[in-house]
């Protein structure tokens, strides 16, 4: 009788838990390759690319008084190192050296990386880019000019790289930014296999009533060339507008981006769709909302976000929205319970990325500020994410809990099969909340790696959250960063891991 009872409640659990499934657990995996003593003048600066065999990893060393930059690789399958080569950077005339100021682009493909690195030659005055490329066995090139540009200051240049969705062009871009005169931006598209110059332009230095301030470059797979840029609309306002340039011409078309009176765009987002060719822009606003202040009163400043879907080849708006946060993420980012309270027009956002899928867009955006005192350090906070459907419309808009700053802010974002994943550091003292019941300002910030707990949230495509808690930075920490490397087929997401003198890679595997 006892057996049968028992045999009876167990049917009945089993039955409750096929109708009523365990939510919190998100299908994923890590897997970590074997442990290895790095150099002990080496330091880890970050990963260069990914071609169907290899990884790429750029290190430094500081040997006496020199200082140089050798590119790893790495086999996908094992993480087994394949070699180790100098780029001998520091016998190249003018080239820029210095860590505290090296700037360093590079992508891999077909069997090579590419590395585009400074060099300024300060008596003619003269900022140049240069490119080495390394093969898959290990086999250096000599360097390549790219582009060079007369500059007073090298401190005010910095260098950009957009390759195509297809990956056959790139296009390098010089940008200087000037305090007191318009923005000087010239591009070189090339052949992103052999660096063969296809176009060549600059710029546009003024729009409407003034100079531009430009950024967020893109380039399609015919070679056209797109950036957002702002503008002056009146003598106190700025405007918002998308520039193209066809590919083989020097002319600029632009389409005006401004939103309705009495808002503020804060940032954007530039980025390609290429399954339905088109072209979005995401970001920031705030109300222009002009109060005087009174003591202990809040200032109400609403926030929301805006879009623009563009078809590239007409070169027109198809949709377009403004709307406010919704009231589920406007809650989650008010900090009414500590000392001084914030809500959300107080904050600070940055127009993080925008995932596509051939059903929907995510924009990811987040709250992002630095803090200045004794030392100064990034701060990343909540993720807020939006789901937009072909159609331009908003199906939902969702909050990730998060806190962190210093070497714990980057994250990664991944949208697989219509669901979007997020990867990050998380202080262990976290795990005690309701991460679906999240009240803004009580999560424990998390500054270093040491004794972090690495953490995923996913949303699903009808934008439900689930949490699951893959590895503790207790033996080797995970080093976040915010670029995904992919080691297989769009999975796969590498991963690298320090402890002292030692170094190994991982993935993490979504299923």
């Not at 700025?238 to 520039?243: F, H, I, W």
Request: aromatic content about 14%; hydrophobic content about 35%; proline content about 3%.
């Amino acid at each position: 009788m006892n057996s049968l009872f028992f045999k009876t409640l167990l049917v009945f659990f089993i039955a409750l838990w096929l109708v009523f499934p365990l939510y919190g657990q998100i299908d994923i995996s890590l897997t970590q390759g074997n442990s290895v003593a790095m150099d002990r003048t080496a330091k880890y600066k970050g990963i260069l690319g990914a071609d169907d065999d290899l990884f790429y990893v750029l290190k430094i060393k500081t040997l006496g008084k020199g200082t140089k930059y050798y590119v790893e690789a790495y086999n996908k399958n094992n993480f087994a190192q394949k070699f180790s080569v100098n780029l001998e950077l520091d016998g190249i005339d003018g080239a820029e050296t210095d860590p505290a100021h090296f700037q360093v682009n590079s992508y891999a493909m077909n069997g090579k990386v590419y590395v585009f690195f400074g060099a300024y030659y300060g008596k003619e005055k003269e900022k140049m880019l240069l490119s080495i490329s390394v093969d898959k066995n290990g086999v250096l090139s000599k360097e390549k000019e790219i582009m060079r540009t007369f500059v007073e200051d090298p401190e005010t240049s910095f260098f950009h790289l957009s390759l195509s969705p297809d990956r056959k062009k790139v296009a390098l871009i010089n940008e200087i930014r000037l305090r007191k005169a318009p923005q000087h931006v010239s591009v070189l598209i090339c052949d992103a296999n052999t660096l063969e110059p296809l176009n060549n332009f600059t710029l546009p230095k003024e729009y409407g009533r003034g100079g531009i301030y430009s950024g967020n470059y893109v380039i399609d797979n015919s070679g056209n060339f797109y950036f957002s840029f702002n503008y002056l609309t009146s003598s106190d306002k700025v405007g918002l507008a998308l520039g193209s340039i066809p590919f083989k011409s020097k002319g600029m078309k632009a389409i005006e981006l401004n939103l309705s009176s009495q808002k503020e765009m804060h940032n954007g987002v530039l980025k390609i769709n290429s399954f339905d060719n088109t072209i979005s822009i995401n970001g920031m606003f705030k109300d222009e909302v002009i109060k005087e202040k009174k003591p202990k009163q809040l200032v109400e400043r609403k926030v929301g976000i805006f879009t623009y879907k563009i078809d590239m080849e007409k070169f027109a708006i198809i949709s377009s929205f403004e709307t406010y946060l919704s009231k589920e993420v406007y809650i989650s980012l008010s900090y009414m319970n500590i000392v001084t309270p914030f809500l959300p027009g107080d904050k600070l956002y940055t127009a993080d990325d925008i995932l596509f899928t051939e059903n929907a867009s995510y924009f990811i955006a987040s709250v992002s500020y630095t803090v200045k005192s004794n030392t100064t350090y990034n701060v990343s906070d909540e993720i807020i994410v939006t789901k937009i459907n072909p159609e331009g419309k908003i199906e939902w808009m969702k909050t990730i809990p998060k806190s962190t700053s210093d070497k714990a802010i980057s994250y990664n974002s991944v949208v697989f099969n219509d669901d979007v994943y997020f990867l990050f550091l998380e202080h262990p003292k976290n795990a005690k909340f309701d991460y679906k019941e999240y009240v803004g300002g009580t999560y424990e910030p998390i500054r270093k790696l040491d004794g972090a707990n690495v953490v995923c949230y996913s949303l699903s495509k009808s934008g439900q959250l689930n949490k699951t808690f893959l590895y503790e930075n207790k033996d080797f920490s995970f080093y976040p960063h915010s670029q995904n490397f992919f080691l297989d087929k769009n999975n796969g997401l590498l991963m690298h891991f320090v402890k002292g003198g030692s170094e190994k890679f991982g993935k993490v595997t979504i299923k």
